[in-house]
């Protein structure tokens, strides 16, 4: 802990405070929302009009400004949830589990659009909606595990204990992501599918890469937007009882 | 470590149970040869108190110490919890149970046999649990507070199911235990009588 | 060595449990045998085909025999309040667990060992594959009961757990199945399946150190 500079423990202090959280977060939230329009819309006009046609694919290859963020988004916000969650289970930060579930669905989402896009890609492609591709079992594994986080924090009624509960899932689930998503790439290679031409070429010309990019950083602030809302949600659910909620609900 | 140097202290304890306030603030200490007796109605936090004191539940705020250290192996080394359910198995007999339970933890100078003599149980060895009553059941789960050494009988509803012979037993085995130092928490809907011992009381509701 | 004395009377105690218990003993291997024998009946009996597929049928109905037989690691123990002595014990929960989580393996997951040579003789399998089959067996199941473990625990406290419990664990049991059932299917073409082998086998050291912890994590969410 010693090595984490003095300012930034005073915030993450302070930020622990159900209260303040609530406060600062409404404060954040338009801030976050006006930039990442901002990136979105910046990054679609690059990705949708400014750049070429792809020489084999045509225009299709243009979903990939979607598809590959969330996929991003889907490993990230896993690992985002299993640090909340270890947090929340070592130090009992009531503020790291409401994070670590919010994040939940926000990814599970992000996974469902990877594989909704990935399938849409795939169609003109390979000419089916589901080939058995390496990357789409994956994402289509991290789904569910996604769910049954989700499931298991909706079976459990004590929403503390189902934190505790989530959090534990989350860190088993974050230990086996590397090993089942290598052996899914093993497995795929040597079942030889469709030899699909991989969707991270290394050589993207730049004129494709910075709308790609743009629009990674575009879908990081939106989870940021998504979890936060739904964090305050959950706080105010869970603190109902708190002198604070009760102050909030009269000022409304 | 001496027996009268033992001591159980609970500071500011709250636990919020599905939005109601159980108990708030609640603060005592108990040292060796004392008796802790909780009384409330129902679903006053009698059993979630035990429970946060087992280090099964977690207190919404407080903390807990055991001879002035947060509760540690220590602690679980020299404690014995009988809660509501006997924690015995009924495929098992009377002395495969106690055998386990013995190597769970540390045993005692008490044998098997002798700790089922103090319960009125001598001869049902060889007996398979679920041929037992409910009180004989009780009365074997009991057997465990002897088998282990240990200084906190931590007691939930120790006298359920049992006969007025069986209570005394059970008075006659809690009064020894305070005599040698030893310290008991306990939630009882009976009458606790105690040979020239006055428990303490919390009333939590 | 009190705590290997607890070990041991806690894998002796189960093991009483379950010879006391043979009836409940037999259901997870009759499922096995059930579903492989189902297979034939819904592709097609061809010789050709199910030997094809068979390294693949036997693995999958192994994982689902395996998971069902886990609701029985600590169901009783919770019902009865013995999980609650259990944790209460000085000695490491982790380890215990894994006490438990042994002789739960003996008693569900070595009956399916030995009846898989029966199977493999059904689905018209090779002796060379054969042998494969049963190393990937011995190296595979422990690890669906560990990795099960961890699912049960967090469900073992839950009225509707089943559903819930194999959508936590056999997520995560898909490693296990890729490595062994490609490796009975290499077997059975002559390749040599030493990578495959080798990896289990690491599969196995992971999940026995690692297994046991957010199991009795687990296990003390549950019982709060």
């Given at each position: 802990m010693?090595?984490i500079?003095?300012?930034v423990?005073?915030?993450?202090?302070?930020?622990?405070s159900?209260?303040?959280?609530?406060?600062?977060t409404?404060?954040?939230?338009?801030?976050?929302?006006?930039?990442?329009?901002?990136?979105v819309?910046?990054?679609?006009?690059?990705?949708l009009?400014?750049?070429?046609?792809?020489?084999?694919?045509?225009d299709?290859?243009?979903?990939?400004?979607?598809?590959v963020?969330s996929?991003?988004?889907s490993?990230?916000?896993?690992?985002v949830?299993?640090?909340?969650?270890?947090?929340?289970?070592?130090?009992?930060?009531?503020?790291a589990?409401?994070?670590a579930?919010?994040?939940?669905?926000?990814?599970?989402?992000?996974?469902?659009?990877?594989?909704?896009?990935?399938?849409?890609?795939?169609?003109?492609?390979?000419?089916?909606?589901?080939?058995?591709?390496?990357?789409?079992?994956?994402?289509?594994?991290?789904?569910?595990l996604?769910?049954?986080?989700?499931?298991?924090y909706?079976?459990?009624d004590?929403?503390?204990?189902?934190?505790?509960?989530?959090a534990?899932?989350?860190?088993?689930?974050?230990?086996?992501?590397?090993?089942?998503?290598y052996?899914v790439?093993?497995w795929?290679t040597?079942?030889?599918?469709?030899?699909?031409?991989?969707?991270?070429k290394?050589?993207?010309?730049?004129?494709?890469?910075?709308p790609?990019?743009?629009?990674a950083?575009?879908?990081k602030?939106?989870y940021?937007?998504?979890?936060?809302?739904?964090?305050?949600?959950?706080?105010?659910?869970r603190e109902?009882?708190?002198q604070?909620?009760?102050?909030l609900?009269?000022?409304? | 470590?001496k027996?009268?140097?033992?001591?159980?202290?609970?500071?500011?304890?709250?636990?919020?149970?599905d939005?109601?306030?159980?108990?708030?603030q609640?603060?005592?200490?108990?040292?060796?040869?004392?008796?802790?007796?909780?009384?409330?109605?129902?679903?006053?936090?009698?059993t979630?108190?035990l429970?946060?004191?087992?280090?099964?539940?977690?207190?919404?705020?407080?903390?807990i110490?055991?001879?002035?250290?947060?509760?540690?192996?220590?602690?679980?080394?020299?404690m014995?919890?009988?809660?509501?359910?006997?924690?015995?198995?009924?495929?098992?007999?009377?002395q495969e149970?106690?055998?386990?339970s013995?190597?769970?933890?540390?045993?005692?100078?008490?044998?098997?046999s002798?700790?089922?003599?103090?319960?009125?149980l001598q001869?049902?060895?060889e007996v398979?649990?679920?041929?037992?009553?409910?009180g004989?059941?009780?009365?074997?789960?009991l057997?465990?507070?002897?088998?282990?050494?240990?200084?906190?009988?931590?007691?939930?509803?120790?006298?359920?199911s049992?006969?007025?012979?069986g209570?005394?037993?059970v008075?006659?085995?809690?009064?020894?235990?305070?005599?040698r130092?030893?310290?008991v928490?306990?939630?009882?809907?009976?009458d606790?009588?105690?040979?020239?011992?006055?428990?303490?009381?919390?009333?939590?509701? | 060595?009190?705590l290997?004395r607890?070990?041991?009377?806690i894998?002796?105690?189960?093991?009483?449990?379950?010879?006391?218990?043979?009836?409940?003993m037999?259901?997870?291997?009759?499922?096995?045998?059930?579903v492989?024998t189902?297979?034939?009946?819904g592709?097609?009996?061809?010789?050709?085909?199910?030997?094809?597929?068979?390294?693949?049928?036997?693995?999958?109905?192994?994982?689902?025999?395996?998971?069902?037989?886990?609701?029985g690691?600590?169901?009783?123990?919770?019902?009865?309040?013995s999980?609650?002595?259990?944790?209460?014990?000085p000695?490491p929960?982790s380890?215990?667990?894994?006490?438990k989580?042994?002789?739960h393996?003996?008693?569900?997951?070595?009956p399916?060992?030995?009846?898989?040579?029966?199977?493999?003789?059904?689905?018209?399998?090779h002796?060379?594959?054969?042998?494969?089959?049963?190393?990937?067996?011995i190296?595979?199941?422990?690890?669906?009961?560990?990795?099960?473990?961890?699912?049960?625990?967090?469900?073992?406290?839950?009225?509707?757990?089943?559903?819930?419990?194999s959508?936590?664990?056999?997520?995560?049991?898909?490693?296990?199945l890729?490595?062994?059932?490609?490796?009975?299917?290499?077997?059975?073409?002559?390749?040599?399946?030493?990578a495959?082998?080798?990896?289990?086998?690491?599969?196995?050291?992971?999940?026995?150190?690692?297994?046991p912890?957010?199991?009795s994590?687990?296990?003390?969410m549950?019982?709060?």
């Open positions: 010693f090595l500079p003095k300012p423990g005073k915030f993450f202090h302070r930020m622990a159900p209260p303040y959280f609530y406060d600062f409404g404060r954040l939230i338009p801030w976050l929302s006006w930039i990442f329009l901002f990136l819309i910046a990054g679609l006009y690059g990705g009009v400014l750049a070429p046609a792809d020489y084999q694919q045509g299709s290859f243009r979903i990939i400004y979607i598809h963020p996929a991003w988004m490993l990230f916000v896993y690992v949830m299993a640090i909340a969650g270890g947090i929340g289970l070592i130090w009992r930060i009531k503020l589990e409401i994070v579930i919010s994040s939940a669905s926000v990814g599970a989402g992000f996974t469902f659009i990877a594989l909704v896009t990935g399938s849409l890609w795939g169609k003109p492609m390979w000419g089916t909606w589901w080939v058995w591709d390496a990357r789409l079992t994956s994402e289509l594994i991290l789904l569910f996604y769910l049954g986080v989700i499931g298991l909706g079976a459990i004590d929403k503390r204990t189902a934190s505790r509960a989530v534990i899932l989350a860190l088993v689930g974050v230990v086996n992501i590397p090993i089942i998503h052996s790439e093993w795929n040597l079942h030889q599918g469709p030899t699909v031409t991989k969707m991270d290394p050589s993207i010309h730049i004129s494709m890469l910075w790609l990019l743009v629009m950083v575009a879908f602030f939106y940021v937007i998504a979890m936060l809302q739904r964090a305050r949600t959950e706080l105010v659910v109902r009882n708190s604070w909620v009760k102050l609900l009269e000022s409304k | 470590m027996n009268e140097h033992i001591s159980l202290q609970v500071e500011a304890l709250s636990c919020i149970r939005d109601r306030v159980l108990f708030k609640l603060s005592f200490e108990i040292k060796g040869k004392q008796v802790l007796l909780l009384e409330g109605k129902n679903g006053s936090g009698k979630s108190l429970r946060i004191l087992c280090g099964f539940r977690e207190p919404d705020s407080g903390e110490y055991w001879c002035g250290n947060l509760l540690d192996n220590q602690y679980y080394a020299q014995v919890y009988i809660g509501h359910r006997d924690g015995v198995k009924d495929e098992l007999t009377v149970n106690l055998l386990v013995t190597a769970l933890g540390f045993a005692s100078q008490t044998s098997i002798q700790a089922l003599k103090k319960v009125d001869g049902h060895d398979l649990v679920q041929s037992l009553s409910a004989q059941k009780r009365r074997l789960s057997a465990r507070l002897l088998i282990t050494d240990n200084k906190l009988w931590i007691l939930d509803e120790p006298f359920t049992l006969d007025k012979d209570i005394a037993v008075e006659a085995l809690m009064t020894e235990h305070v005599n130092g030893g310290m928490v306990l939630t009882s809907h009976h606790v009588q105690l040979h020239d011992i006055k428990p303490q009381i919390i009333n939590l509701s | 060595m009190a290997l607890a070990f041991i009377a894998i002796r105690r189960d093991l009483i449990l379950a010879f006391r218990r043979r009836a409940e037999l259901n997870p291997i009759l499922f096995f045998i059930i492989v189902l297979f034939p009946l592709v097609g009996a061809q010789p050709q085909l199910l030997q094809s597929i068979a390294p693949g049928i036997i693995w999958v109905s192994a994982l689902l025999a395996a998971m069902l037989s886990l609701d690691l600590f169901r009783s123990d919770f019902d009865d309040g999980l609650e002595q259990l944790l209460l014990s000695h929960t380890i215990l667990i894994l006490g989580i042994i002789a393996w003996l008693v569900t997951g070595l399916l060992i030995l009846v898989a040579p029966l199977l493999a003789e059904f689905l018209g399998m002796t060379d594959a054969l042998i494969i089959l049963l190393k990937t067996l190296l595979g199941t422990p690890v669906l009961s560990l990795v099960g473990a961890i699912g049960v625990a967090l469900t073992v406290g839950l009225r509707r757990g089943g559903m819930i419990l959508l936590l664990v056999l997520p995560l049991y898909v490693p296990v890729i490595f062994a059932s490609n490796a009975v299917e290499m077997a059975s073409g002559g390749l040599p399946v030493d495959q082998i080798n990896i289990l086998l690491a599969m196995l050291c992971l999940a026995l150190v690692l297994a912890l957010p199991a994590a687990a296990l003390k549950s019982v709060s």
